[in-house]
């Protein structure tokens, strides 16, 4: 069974915009991703640990209006 692992911000940003968000822009202290008519901060750092990887997840949940599950989040990777 697979785990969550750290990933890239490279990498985030390309299984983002599969799930259909725009960008990134830049803005006055963090670049962000647009998704529809919401916008969801990217931390500069160049990869993001688990729990942030999380927090992330769940703040495009939100955005969306649906899961992500870990299968899910692996497949957008190819």
């Known amino acids: 069974m697979s785990r969550w692992s ?3 911000r490279r990498d985030f940003i390309k299984r983002l915009r ?3 968000f725009d960008g990134p ?3 006055t202290r963090h670049q962000f991703m647009i998704y529809e008519e919401y916008r969801l901060a990217i931390p500069s750092n ?5 729990p ?3 927090m992330l997840i769940r703040e495009v ?3 969306i209006g649906r899961k992500i599950t870990l ?3 692996e497949e957008l990777r190819k």
């Open 71 to 73: 299968k899910e989040w």
């Open 6 to 8: 750290p990933c890239k």
């Open 52 to 54: 942030q990887l999380k």
């Open 18 to 20: 599969k799930l259909g």
């Open 61 to 63: 949940e939100a955005i």
């Open 25 to 27: 822009f830049s803005g």
């Open 46 to 50: 160049p990869e993001y640990s688990v």
